[in-house]
């Protein structure tokens, strides 16, 4: 099957010295939105790209050209900023309701919030919700409790005189990120599994067209989270699938016989997939995948920016509440560092919080040397970008040296205010207080993030294995990182 060109409306196609008549179909696509309405930078520092406003007129744009047209999104659509935060998604949805989107895919940053912010977003959602490999309470589809119900594994759009059955699928990795206490009975199984079933269902329905939507994306090689190819190498029915998760632009590639595309991470690119269909016979003759940059050639959708202007503003003017002043420069990490404010911060919150603790475990995710000047909690976003709450333990301090032996890799992760002892080759060898070991006989209270805690995405296993142990007394507590950081700052004023 040929993937260059496409064809708009009816058509007239020569194949091997025939002429055919040829109708395309159109699917317009987002993923990994994260609440982003306006334009905003890349993970390069390229501004003024992205946002859901410029991927509306684009998409308005498309739609005019081929009326012929589905709209879906690939998942991870209000986590991310303040705007969707405040609103617990309700602006991001009350958007895909407004352009009329055909159907999106639960991703794994919409259940950071819990259980109560997903259902509302499935209750007020007008799209189709897709996920096929997602349960509550051990039910799915018709049997789901509440809400769930909605959550569909598949759905079939009549479009143009053609049926094109959509298939939602998430990434299996989400036990590895969000705690048991946040996904709350929200389970989720194996994708390859759900896909095959749901394919097979539209193959007996008669669909002219599979497309598979999996918050799941392109790596170099497939991890835990992102088994794409050896998903579709295991159902290679699918004709297209649209992939997300993995904040990657990757227009058109294939995994066998199948078209695949991404679109990159916050809109900042929009994709657009055609299929060409034969009228007689309703063969899929032709397809083909392309992403396009939103940029300033692109303006802000009049009715999204009207729809969100409200929760816009009152979102901007919360940012940009100054919360301390920091006096001089403030390195990524040392003894006077950005990771030890943040320490300080959420040993401060949890004793205020009646959990007090002996030393905190935490990194700056990477952000650098802070400058001097007024700090603002638009700042504290840049410093704490997810919505973390705090875990607590008790550990012994040989668990205590485990800990800090495998977060330390590929990381700035450190142990406040407990000094670590290292060997000749730099390896931790103890854990020190004001000098002195720590009494091996008892069990010292260590804080960490709920991620972290979690094994970080499957970094932190033996971390995640000491946290389960009973005698380790592991608690979820209910305060936010964030939170937690800008009352302190509120509080002290300078650093």
Same mark, same amino acid.
């Given at each position: 099957?040929?993937?260059?060109?496409?064809?708009?409306?009816?058509?007239?196609?020569?194949?091997?010295?025939?002429?055919?008549?040829?109708?395309?179909?159109?699917?317009?696509?987002?993923?990994?939105?994260?609440?982003?309405?306006?334009?905003?930078?890349?993970?390069?520092?390229?501004?003024?790209? #992205?946002?859901?406003?410029?991927?509306?007129?684009?998409?308005?744009?498309?739609?005019?050209?081929?009326?012929?047209?589905?709209?879906?999104?690939?998942?991870?659509?209000?986590?991310?900023?303040?705007?969707?935060?405040?609103?617990?998604?309700?602006?991001?949805?009350?958007?895909?309701?407004?352009? #009329?989107?055909?159907?999106?895919?639960?991703?794994?940053?919409?259940?950071?919030?819990?259980?109560?912010?997903?259902?509302?977003?499935?209750?007020?959602?007008?799209?189709?919700?897709?996920?096929?490999?997602?349960?509550?309470?051990?039910?799915?589809?018709?049997?789901?409790?509440?809400?769930?119900?909605?959550?569909?594994?598949?759905?079939?759009?009549?479009?143009?005189?053609?049926?094109? #059955?959509?298939?939602?699928?998430?990434?299996?990795?989400?036990?590895?990120?969000?705690?048991?206490?946040?996904?709350?009975?929200?389970?989720?199984?194996?994708?390859?599994?759900?896909?095959?079933?749901?394919?097979?269902?539209?193959?007996?329905?008669?669909?002219?067209?599979?497309?598979?939507? $999996?918050?799941?994306?392109?790596?170099?090689?497939?991890?835990?989270?992102?088994?794409?190819?050896?998903?579709?190498?295991?159902?290679?029915?699918?004709?297209?699938?649209?992939? $997300?998760?993995?904040?990657?632009?990757?227009?058109?590639?294939?995994?066998?016989?199948?078209?695949?595309?991404?679109?990159?991470?916050?809109?900042? *690119?929009?994709?657009?997939?055609?299929?060409?269909?034969?009228?007689?016979? *309703?063969?899929?003759?032709?397809?083909?995948?392309?992403?396009?940059?939103?940029?300033?050639?692109?303006?802000?959708?009049?009715?999204?920016?009207?729809?969100?202007?409200?929760?816009?503003?009152?979102?901007?003017?919360?940012?940009?509440?100054?919360?301390?002043?920091?006096?001089?420069?403030?390195?990524?990490?040392?003894?006077?560092?950005?990771?030890?404010?943040?320490?300080?911060?959420?040993?401060?919150?949890?004793?205020?919080?009646?959990?007090?603790?002996?030393?905190?475990?935490? #990194?700056?995710?990477?952000?650098?040397?802070?400058?001097?000047?007024?700090?603002?909690?638009?700042?504290?976003?840049?410093?704490?970008?997810?919505?973390?709450?705090?875990?607590?333990?008790?550990?012994?301090?040989?668990?205590?040296?485990?800990?800090?032996?495998?977060?330390?890799?590929?990381?700035?992760?450190?142990?406040?205010?407990?000094?670590?002892?290292?060997?000749?080759?730099?390896?931790?060898?103890?854990?020190?207080?004001?000098?002195?070991?720590?009494?091996?006989?008892?069990?010292?209270?260590?804080?960490?993030?709920?991620?972290?805690?979690?094994?970080? $995405?499957?970094?932190?296993?033996?971390?995640?294995?000491?946290?389960?142990?009973?005698?380790?007394?592991?608690?979820?507590?209910?305060?936010?990182?964030?939170?937690?950081?800008?009352?302190?700052?509120?509080?002290?004023?300078?650093?």
């Amino acid at each position: 099957m040929m993937t260059g060109g496409a064809w708009l409306g009816s058509t007239v196609l020569g194949l091997a010295g025939e002429s055919r008549r040829v109708k395309t179909i159109s699917l317009c696509f987002t993923t990994d939105l994260h609440g982003h309405i306006e334009p905003t930078q890349t993970y390069d520092d390229i501004g003024d790209v #992205g946002g859901l406003a410029r991927c509306a007129s684009q998409i308005r744009e498309w739609r005019r050209q081929n009326p012929d047209s589905l709209l879906v999104d690939i998942g991870d659509v209000y986590q991310g900023t303040a705007v969707g935060l405040e609103t617990d998604g309700v602006v991001m949805i009350d958007l895909f309701n407004r352009l #009329g989107y055909d159907a999106w895919v639960i991703g794994n940053h919409d259940l950071d919030w819990g259980r109560g912010v997903i259902e509302g977003a499935l209750d007020r959602s007008t799209p189709a919700v897709l996920t096929g490999n997602l349960s509550a309470d051990g039910r799915s589809g018709d049997d789901a409790p509440g809400p769930w119900r909605k959550v569909k594994p598949w759905l079939i759009k009549e479009v143009g005189g053609f049926r094109i #059955g959509l298939v939602g699928v998430t990434t299996p990795g989400m036990p590895f990120w969000l705690a048991p206490e946040t996904l709350d009975g929200v389970g989720v199984s194996d994708p390859t599994a759900s896909l095959k079933q749901s394919v097979a269902e539209l193959r007996a329905q008669k669909v002219d067209a599979v497309v598979a939507l $999996g918050h799941m994306g392109w790596r170099f090689e497939d991890d835990f989270a992102n088994p794409i190819r050896e998903m579709l190498k295991a159902v290679p029915e699918v004709d297209v699938y649209l992939a $997300g998760h993995s904040h990657r632009d990757e227009p058109s590639f294939r995994v066998g016989d199948v078209l695949c595309s991404q679109a990159n991470y916050f809109g900042i *690119h929009c994709g657009r997939v055609d299929l060409a269909f034969d009228l007689e016979t *309703h063969k899929l003759v032709n397809k083909r995948a392309f992403t396009v940059l939103m940029d300033s050639r692109f303006a802000l959708d009049p009715a999204v920016m009207e729809t969100a202007q409200p929760e816009l503003k009152e979102s901007a003017e919360h940012l940009a509440r100054e919360v301390c002043e920091v006096t001089s420069p403030l390195p990524e990490t040392g003894k006077r560092s950005l990771v030890t404010v943040l320490c300080m911060a959420f040993s401060d919150a949890l004793t205020k919080a009646g959990k007090p603790i002996d030393a905190v475990f935490h #990194g700056s995710f990477g952000t650098g040397e802070i400058e001097p000047g007024m700090k603002t909690v638009a700042d504290c976003w840049e410093w704490l970008p997810y919505e973390n709450l705090l875990v607590t333990a008790q550990l012994t301090p040989a668990e205590i040296l485990e800990v800090v032996a495998e977060g330390e890799f590929r990381s700035d992760r450190a142990l406040w205010p407990l000094e670590v002892q290292r060997g000749s080759d730099r390896k931790p060898v103890a854990i020190l207080h004001e000098g002195q070991p720590l009494d091996p006989s008892r069990r010292y209270g260590i804080a960490m993030n709920s991620y972290d805690a979690q094994s970080g $995405g499957r970094s932190l296993m033996r971390t995640l294995e000491i946290l389960e142990r009973p005698e380790s007394k592991r608690e979820m507590t209910s305060i936010a990182a964030r939170e937690a950081l800008i009352d302190f700052l509120l509080e002290k004023k300078t650093i």
